[in-house]
């Protein structure tokens, strides 16, 4: 019952909010000037040797304001257009191209970005700078491709030979939206309000409030026949605080409010009482004992959780991490095989473009490399199904699901959009802590923990280092066998991926977003991560290395206050 | 009590700057003012020297720019923008022994930076603040390590390491950034480059106009400061093409517009026209091959020959002492030639930190008073042919003489010795046409069938193609050079200068440490160059026609 009744609250909280008209892709002047200038070059392309095998465009137009606020003053504000086209070009052959990682050269994402012309002209200069760029791709393809034919002779024989790409399949989409529209002015007067209530606060060491947002359209036109054009907008309002205890240890409290309409905004009294929330735990911490090395029970808050997921679980099974010999493959040959505990299932899908009112921003409806975005399966209880993949086959998994994503300037590899951890079974949060009590009781344990909040970390997934992760909790409290919680300052999180999610005893029903962006070879992109809390029937805490600068002489000028009306 | 308050108020006294009355009333100077006085009173270490000296100085950038290629807008639309930043120094110890003027490591010797300040009184006060307690630390460090750099080195002190100046201030009204005439730079940047659709031979053509100001706020701890702001704006044009031998190619020039942001269409449309003629001479222009000989230098092309040889060598006279190094590389090595015959007497080198504009064009090294506070004197920089005077700080105090008001800071150095405004001013300048004689003349003299005319003179990192000329002495006919190497760069060329002409122009630089000068050179004839073909390949065709 509890399990229909999850899915039942999952569907109506998570929908693919797609209202707007979709419209004619062959009506569109930088579908209709792309298309020109592809089938002209790529006709002559084709041809040369090495050919050029397969070309694409992606087009961006891109609307973006940002507004940084800090101790009452604005201290970045701008609004921007751009244009930006990037060309891809493969030389050789989908088996062997341009785009394999040579032996003794790790980095080779970087893809060159052009900045265009208007085209109010009908497009001369527009057709002009995409040739210019074509070349340019071309002739860098064909170099590439002469190093990776030198470097295959000399390597080793690969693990996985599969090809270098699979053609997409061919897709023609256009959907517009109305631009979205925010009160500058009305924003600027709400974070100058906020950035003030840091004043005064001798431990607030720095601060940052910001707006920022992103909209405009993608195009995507390919040798294959694809023409897309899809919308896409980002925008967040937030901020940090900053602090470090006399032993330098680096402490921060903030938060982000996705949103995509004003109505979505926090009300400005919601806004400050985070704000003053944030406060307290910032001097909460600074005032807080030092964590301890230990292994105990813990709970991840759901925030917690999605960040624990896409770092510890995510990242492993991107389609290319399986293939390329210079990673660990920790789940290459887990197919079929249980790899988390037996109550969680994983999806990662970026179709769904909000969940629990809130905006994700691992929605897309068409990845970079113009394959369908859709949802995949990577774990079904507790069973490893998948891999995301981009259009770089790999053994057993042949095409893309739609998860080829990068940053401007970078060339995709398969990446996470909106990842969801879906519990079998839940309890009520209450419940799940004291399931904890009990866990840490039976453990004959001190205490145990409740890591209410991740910035981020690292997992290491290369072959030079072992496999393991090491996360960087913001806010984390013991909590004794008698319930008494007490906050706890520079402690880490560290494991291994396949021992760290067979420990997971119990789910609460608390489903929560954690919105983020998210780095690697291909660049930043934005994602999210939904999960609920979990209960860990051990975690190992260790240590936070601290900076061996001290905290300033001085408070700041703010908290003394000194210095006059001004 | 009575007596704490007396301590209170003679503490005060002590650290509030001299010419405190004199400020201006606005946030950033109340900004400057409050943390300096807070930081000198209250910041120290226990067991370190406390600091004594301060400089905060603010610069506020408003930058506003339209760009089009071919006739279409790549960049315009974009709001204005402002930009706040913050630059600090901070002397820990006195001014007989301090921290100053040692290298701790590499990328040390550097003002503490702040970018993207907050435009409050509170953020300034933040960021302040954050920088002088950073650099306090460093300043600590470093006084340490100068003191057993000293001892190690058995150097005994015989001035001071920071002389004392009489401190000077400028201060002007700050009128706001005007609105820039947007939609007027935008069709002009569209019309003028649409001139490079009608040319078969480019693949891109772009312009770029650019209005900026920078607001300069500056105060030290001895009570100099300064305020005023520095508007500019100009014109930058590029050509893209490969040439008749397949050498793909970029001719770019900066070119500095009027101050006032006034846009004059005949001035752009003028300074267009030349870069599609120089355009038009790439295109057609062939290889050279090794020449040893006379060579006159347009004055774009004389302002990088003097820039190169003589001002990058009169910079930075008092060199760091550190660990790393026995011989400060960033010292000028002119530094210690003064009174030495270092050019040929056909033209006099000044330094003029007072000139604000020439020929209605802003120059970037106006500087009323410098960044110790030292008011800012006019140098004679070359005078028959001898090293006159070189350019001091307040820590050219090593060799017993006073600062003349050259100590430039950026956001790569700390305070130290530079030039300005340089000003070349020809003895017996000629017009162009007698400079073109002498230059046959002389070749003839020397039996050569052509010289060299160049437009560049040609530095080895620059991305743009070097463009020549030559000129052939039978019939005085020009043809078109590019890809020339200078064989062999020397300060002995300086020596060999026979000819200086009566037409000159203002050419903007930046040093190493990133400071602003401007050269107002005329064209100059080298009596000997020895200039070579570069290394740089012929691209292929492209694999498709241009559209």
Redesign the interface.
């Known amino acids: 019952m509890r399990k229909s009744f999850l899915i039942a609250i999952c569907l109506f909280f998570a929908g693919s909010v797609i209202s707007q008209p979709l419209c004619e892709t062959a009506s569109q002047k930088p579908v209709e000037l792309l298309e020109?200038?592809l089938k002209?070059?790529f006709k002559?392309?084709k041809k040369?040797k090495p050919p050029i095998y397969y070309l694409s465009y992606n087009y961006k137009e891109e609307m973006s304001q940002h507004l940084?606020?800090?101790?009452?003053?604005?201290?970045?504000?701008?609004?921007?257009?751009t244009?930006m086209l990037q060309v891809t070009a493969r030389a050789g052959s989908p088996q062997m191209d341009n785009t394999r990682t040579l032996k003794l050269d790790s980095d080779n994402f970087y893809v060159p970005l052009y900045?265009?012309?208007?085209?109010?002209?009908g497009g001369?200069?527009?057709?002009?700078?995409v040739?210019?760029a074509?070349?340019a791709a071309?002739?860098r393809a064909q170099k590439d491709f002469s190093r990776v034919q030198i470097d295959s002779i000399t390597s080793s024989k690969r693990a996985d030979n599969s090809a270098d790409f699979v053609f997409p399949e061919k897709s023609i989409y256009c959907r517009e939206e109305e631009p979205l529209s925010f009160d500058m002015q009305q924003i600027k007067e709400r974070l100058i309000e906020a950035?003030k209530q840091v004043?005064g606060k001798p431990f607030i060491?720095?601060s940052s409030f910001s707006f920022a947002l992103k909209q405009g359209y993608r195009y995507f036109v390919d040798s294959v026949g694809s023409r897309i054009k899809t919308p896409f907008a980002y925008v967040r309002m937030g901020y940090q605080l900053y602090g470090k205890t006399a032993d330098g240890l680096d402490l921060s409290r903030g938060e982000f409010y996705d949103v995509l309409k004003t109505s979505e905004l926090p009300t400005q009294e919601a806004f400050l009482a985070d704000v003053q929330k944030s406060i307290r735990q910032l001097q909460q911490l600074s005032q807080a004992p030092e964590a301890e090395p230990m292994t105990a029970p813990a709970i991840l808050k759901n925030r917690a959780m999605a960040v624990f997921v896409h770092e510890v679980l995510g990242h492993r099974v991107e389609g290319h991490r399986q293939k390329d010999d210079s990673f660990g493959k920790t789940f290459t040959d887990k197919v079929g095989h249980q790899v988390v505990a037996p109550i969680l299932s994983i999806i990662d899908d970026p179709t769904l473009a909000y969940f629990g009112g809130v905006p994700l921003r691992g929605f897309y409806e068409y990845d970079e490399e113009g394959v369908k975005s859709r949802p995949v399966t990577i774990v079904q209880d507790g069973i490893l199904r998948n891999f995301l993949m981009s259009s770089s086959p790999i053994k057993g998994f042949a095409s893309s699901n739609g998860h080829g994503r990068s940053q401007d300037g970078r060339r995709p590899v398969a990446r996470m959009g909106n990842t969801r951890v879906i519990a079998s079974q839940t309890v009520p949060y209450e419940q799940l802590e004291a399931m904890l009590l009990e866990e840490i009781k039976r453990q004959g344990k001190p205490y145990g923990f409740i890591i209410e909040d991740l910035s981020g970390g690292f997992t290491q997934t290369s072959t030079y280092g072992p496999q393991a992760f090491k996360l960087e909790p913001t806010f984390v409290y013991r909590i004794y066998p008698d319930g008494r919680k007490e906050a706890v300052r520079g402690a880490d999180m560290v494991g291994t991926p396949l021992v760290s999610f067979n420990k997971v005893l119990a789910a609460a029903d608390d489903y929560a977003v954690f919105n983020g962006t998210c780095g690697a070879e291909s660049g930043w992109v934005p994602v999210s991560a939904i999960a609920p809390s979990v209960l860990l029937e051990a975690l190992e805490i260790e240590k936070t290395g601290k900076s061996s600068?001290k905290p300033?002489?001085?408070p700041?000028?703010?908290a003394?206050k000194?210095?006059?009306n001004? | 009590m009575k007596r704490k308050l007396f301590w209170l108020f003679a503490v005060g006294l002590c650290v509030l700057p001299a010419a405190a009355d004199e400020l201006p009333n606005n946030?950033y100077f109340?900004?400057m003012q409050?943390?300096m006085t807070?930081?000198l009173s209250?910041?120290?270490?226990k067991g370190s020297p406390k600091p004594y000296y301060l400089a905060y100085q603010l610069n506020y950038d408003h930058v506003y720019c339209a760009g089009?290629?071919?006739?279409?807008?790549?960049?315009g639309?974009?709001?204005v923008?402002?930009?706040?930043s913050a630059s600090v120094a901070v002397a820990a110890g006195n001014g007989q022994n301090d921290s100053m003027g040692f290298m701790n490591d590499r990328f040390s010797y550097m003002p503490e930076r702040g970018y993207?300040?907050?435009?409050?009184?509170?953020?300034?006060?933040?960021v302040l603040?954050?920088l002088t307690?950073d650099g306090?630390?460093k300043a600590a460090d470093s006084y340490e390590k100068k003191q057993t750099y000293k001892r190690q080195k058995n150097m005994i002190e015989q001035y001071p390491d920071f002389s004392k100046a009489p401190q000077a201030s400028f201060v002007e009204p700050i009128a706001g950034f005007p609105k820039p005439p947007a939609e007027q730079m935008q069709q002009w940047v569209k019309t003028l480059s649409a001139q490079g659709?009608e040319v078969p031979y480019l693949?891109?053509f772009s312009v770029r106009i650019c209005f900026s100001q920078r607001d300069n706020y500056y105060l030290n701890s001895a009570g100099g400061h300064y305020q005023f702001s520095s508007p500019k704006s100009w014109l930058s044009v590029a050509a893209?093409l490969r040439n008749r031998e397949g050498y793909k190619e970029i001719i770019s020039r900066n070119i500095p517009l009027p101050e006032d942001h006034s846009l004059i269409p005949a001035e752009l449309q003028k300074q267009t026209d030349q870069v599609l003629q120089s355009a038009r001479q790439l295109f057609e222009a062939q290889k050279p091959e090794p020449y040893l000989g006379p060579v006159l230098l347009t004055p774009r092309a004389a302002a990088d020959f003097l820039n190169e040889l003589l001002v990058q060598n009169v910079r930075n006279v008092t060199p760091l002492l550190s660990f790393l190094f026995e011989n400060d590389p960033s010292a000028g090595s002119f530094r210690n030639k003064a009174g030495m015959r270092i050019m040929s007497n056909v033209a006099d080198i000044y330094d003029k930190p007072l000139l604000r504009r020439y020929k209605g064009l802003p120059l970037g090294g106006f500087m009323p008073v410098d960044d110790e506070g030292v008011k800012a004197q006019n140098l004679t920089v070359v005078s028959a042919g001898r090293l006159q005077q070189l350019p001091l700080s307040r820590r050219s105090g090593g060799t017993g003489q006073n600062s003349n008001g050259h100590a430039r800071m950026s956001f790569s150095t700390l305070p130290r010795e530079a030039l300005s405004n340089i000003v070349v001013q020809p003895k017996n300048p000629l017009s162009s046409e007698e400079m073109e004689q002498k230059l046959l003349d002389r070749c003839r003299e020397l039996e050569l069938e052509y010289c060299y005319i160049l437009q560049e003179f040609p530095q080895e990192k620059r991305p743009t193609v070097n463009l020549a000329e030559r000129i052939y002495t039978k019939d005085g006919h020009r043809e078109p050079v590019f890809g020339i190497k200078i064989g062999e760069k020397t300060t002995r060329s300086l020596r060999d200068i026979l000819a200086a002409g009566q037409e000159d122009t203002v050419t903007s630089f930046q040093d190493p440490e990133s400071r602003e000068y401007a050269l107002i050179a005329p064209s100059l004839l080298v009596d000997e160059i020895e200039i070579v073909p570069d290394d740089k390949k012929p691209d292929?065709k492209?694999?498709?026609p241009?559209?």
């Open positions: 020109q200038e002209r070059n002559v392309l040369q940084e606020v800090a101790e009452g003053g604005v201290s970045w504000e701008k609004e921007q257009q244009r900045n265009m012309p208007d085209m109010t002209d001369n200069s527009f057709k002009t700078a040739w210019r074509t070349q071309a002739e950035s004043q060491l720095d600068f300033p002489v001085l700041p000028p703010s003394t000194q210095g006059g001004r | 946030i109340q900004a409050d943390e807070r930081s209250k910041l120290r270490v089009a290629s071919l006739g279409e807008l790549n960049e639309k974009d709001s923008s402002h930009v706040l993207d300040v907050p435009n409050s009184y509170w953020g300034i006060r933040h603040w954050s307690d306090y630390v659709k693949e891109n893209n292929r492209p694999f498709t241009k559209p």
